[in-house]
């Protein structure tokens, strides 16, 4: 006789007492089952995807530790978990106004078990909630007990993942990955360093070394939840004296210290516009800023990136004496200086020529057009500067003010009457 088919169920797996009921840290006395999850990348195709087994009694915050090693994160932003059908989460931060102690639950004192019972049970991981990275995360099998040494495996994965942190969420990494499948596609920014970059270091969409990645979680010791702290008792709110009054901050002020709190204050007054536009210009960075847009004025060519071609890099560097500004390239002498520059393959890599260069742009002090940069709209219309025969100081108004308008004060060294040399065009 032919048995009759059996619909199969869900293994259930007991749940350990919640190690938030336990005054001492989870107390590992007998093997515990084996979980194989599924920990898929959502909304990435093709999905990017990794398998794991792990004892049952992980706790969760443990396993925020393996999820961060099996995509590459930096573990440098806010993350949550979160059960789609309860709503459930844990947060990793203490927000009165986000998280409901009688209904959330905290990641350290948590387990697996706890909240994937059985399986095809799933949770959510959420990583940096400005790109929001979601992580589904699928019991996939509960094996049986291990009786050997308690650490993490991986069993397996689908595709490569690039540095992605911070690269503007799955959209933003779907372009970089499309960019390096199709080389005949120019990368968008911001994105075009790291896809110019990632086929150099023999980065493979396609690949996943499983090896590489177990070894690293080897790294990881699975560990069981801990106590939950206790619940600290809200601070008793002292009353108020006679006479005085319970700020907002949580002190007693009495009316001298109010009267003294809410006195007006005196306006302040500022410079001129034009004396404040003077002293800014002097500003360090703000000033060399204005030096490249003016150095652009017969046009400079950029590369893809937006950046001097190297040739033009080495030249503003030399002409304008950016190098000064630079540590390494102060400290060489000038044939040594020389030869460092010779190697320079990309504008951006000198700090003292790349950080005024986005300056620029930023500002629209430089605008860059069909490959060219000039100076842009914000430039300050050139000035004409006159230096005097006598004391050498050189003094300056806009091309729209004639000389005969300037007053005798508006010489800084007094040195009006000794004006005898011919105008010249020079930067502001």
């Known amino acids: ?87 459930r989460q844990s947060l990793d931060f203490n927000s009165p106004l986000d998280r409901d102690p009688r209904h959330d639950f905290d990641e350290e004192s948590t387990s697996l078990a706890e909240v994937l019972p059985s399986e095809g049970s799933r949770l959510e991981y959420t990583y940096d909630f400005g790109d929001d990275w979601r992580h589904q995360i699928t019991l996939e099998k509960t094996l049986p007990a291990s009786t050997g040494e308690r650490r993490v495996h991986c069993t397996g994965g689908r595709r490569a993942m690039p540095a992605a942190e911070d690269l503007g969420g799955v959209w933003g990494l779907q372009a970089v990955l499309d960019a390096v499948a199709d080389h005949t596609a120019p990368a968008r920014e911001p994105w075009t360093d790291l896809v110019e970059t990632l086929p150099d270091e023999g980065f493979d969409p ?34 108020a004296a006679p006479g005085g009054r319970l700020c907002s901050c949580g002190e007693i002020h009495d009316d001298q210290d109010l009267y003294i709190e809410f006195l007006p204050v005196r306006p302040v007054s500022l410079a001129p516009r034009a004396d404040l536009a003077a002293m800014a210009r002097e500003v360090p960075p703000i000033n060399t800023a204005l030096r490249l847009a003016h150095w652009c004025q017969d046009g400079r060519a950029v590369t893809s990136r937006g950046v001097l071609k190297p040739t033009l890099g080495r030249a503003a560097v030399q002409e304008l004496d950016l190098w000064a500004q630079d540590d390494e390239l102060s400290a060489l002498q000038p044939t040594q200086r020389d030869n460092r520059l010779a190697r320079l393959r990309s504008s951006g890599d000198l700090p003292c020529l790349d950080n005024p260069w986005r300056l620029a742009l930023y500002t629209d002090l430089v605008e860059i057009r069909s490959g060219t940069a000039r100076p842009g709209p914000t430039f300050p219309p050139q000035r004409q500067t006159r230096e005097c025969s006598a004391s050498g100081a050189r003094h300056s108004q806009p091309n729209s003010t004639s000389w005969t308008a300037l007053e005798p004060s508006a010489c800084p060294r007094s040195c009006w009457p000794h004006w005898a040399c011919k105008a010249k065009t020079a930067p502001a």
Request: charged content about 20%; glycine content about 4%; overall charge negative.
């Open 206 to 239: 396609t690949g996943f070394d499983r090896e590489a990645l177990d070894r690293e979680l080897a790294e990881l010791d699975p560990q069981p939840p801990t106590a939950a702290p206790a619940a600290k008792p809200a601070p008793e709110r002292p009353a």
């Open 1 to 87: 006789m032919i048995p009759a088919p059996t619909t199969s169920k869900p293994t259930a797996v007991p749940v350990p007492e919640p190690a938030s009921a336990l005054r001492e840290p989870f107390a590992v006395t007998e093997p515990v089952p084996t979980y194989q999850l599924k920990i898929t990348l959502r909304d990435t195709n093709p999905p990017i995807w990794r398998q794991v087994t792990l004892p049952a009694d992980t706790s969760l915050a443990r396993l925020h530790d393996i999820i961060q090693t099996c995509f590459g994160w930096h573990d440098s932003h806010l993350h949550a978990f979160t059960e789609p059908g309860s709503g």
